[in-house]
């Protein structure tokens, strides 16, 4: 689905399932996200579901959040279980998708509500939500919370992806795993045994060629309408850039937004100084159509952006 206040980058098999990848931009304001898109996809399955789901009106589930709280907020990992990303994935249909449809003053059915939060839920345990075995390559969620197991305020993820630089090409997270467990397992036991330790940004480009980089991604990027001016956005972009340099070693930090998109890149190129690497005009974006409760591909000029930490 949906890898949602900034976007991001990835090409790769364009099946209907993979693309999901979700490009995530806000429409208005400061409410923004992203996900690997490119001319790119992404693969997911989407089969869970929240349960039942009596009429909602699209409103924002903090509406008496107030600004006095601000001080009172808390950022951290989201741990992968299935309740903790059931939590995120309300809280980004809720207070970023739904406030997308064209007709904001009418009621969602429980059919389409739950068939946009199924997609939703399903596109975040894929890339954050517990599984065997260790990851190859890294994914985190954070949130912003009101103290005290309050509600969510806000949430944005990172993901470790390959980058063909030559093509200005962002593989999605699952592609690029992919692609890196096919390179280790074309070699012999005592090279596999020398890798084993090896950080991902040096094998990117010693098994897969020097045009192969390994970036982090920054997606999901969201922030509740109720909670502006409150600084979430920059704190948890923050705090995104700090695992990514301190807790994962690398040196920058990529994202995708929308061209049109004026209140995500203030706040990415204004306030947290991202450059713009290129522009790619017709890239693909995901909107939400209430008709069907389907999330529909239509092209929007995308520009990537990077930040050197």
Not at 99 to 121: H, R
Not at 178 to 199: C, D, F, H, I, W
Not at 253 to 277: C, F, M, P, Q
Not at 282 to 307: C, Q, Y
Request: proline share 3%; charged share 25%.
């Amino acid at each position: 689905m949906v890898d949602m206040s900034c976007n991001v980058v990835a090409s790769y098999a364009r099946s209907q399932r993979e693309t999901f990848a979700i490009i995530i931009m806000a429409i208005s304001g400061i409410l923004v996200m992203i996900h690997p898109v490119q001319s790119f996809t992404v693969a997911n399955d989407r089969k869970g579901i929240f349960g039942t789901a009596s009429k909602m009106r699209r409103t924002s589930p903090h509406s008496s959040l107030s600004p006095l709280y601000s001080s009172a907020i808390t950022i951290d990992e989201v741990d992968g279980e299935e309740n903790s990303i059931k939590k995120a994935a309300k809280f980004m249909l809720e207070s970023f998708w739904l406030p997308q449809l064209a007709d904001n003053s009418s009621d969602v059915s429980p059919t389409t509500y739950n068939k946009f939060s199924s997609d939703v839920f399903e596109d975040l345990m894929a890339s954050y939500g517990e599984r065997m075995g260790k990851r190859a390559f890294n994914s985190r969620l954070i949130s912003a919370s009101e103290e005290g197991g309050g509600g969510i305020l806000g949430v944005v993820g990172i993901d470790v992806a390959l980058l063909d630089r030559e093509n200005k090409i962002v593989f999605s997270r699952a592609k690029s795993e992919q692609m890196m467990t096919k390179a280790v397992s074309s070699l012999g036991p005592k090279q596999r045994r020398e890798y084993k330790n090896t950080p991902v940004q040096d094998m990117a480009s010693e098994l897969l060629g020097s045009e192969m980089s390994a970036i982090v991604l920054l997606s999901n990027l969201s922030v509740s309408p109720n909670a502006r001016r409150m600084g979430l956005g920059k704190k948890l972009c923050l705090e995104a850039e700090r695992v990514v340099k301190e807790e994962w070693g690398f040196d920058e930090i990529y994202l995708r937004v929308e061209a049109d998109n004026s209140g995500a890149r203030g706040l990415y190129e204004n306030t947290l100084n991202y450059k713009l690497d290129w522009v790619e005009e017709g890239a693909v974006a995901v909107r939400p159509n209430a008709e069907n409760g389907e999330f529909e591909e239509i092209t929007a000029d995308t520009h990537t952006l990077v930040k050197a930490l």
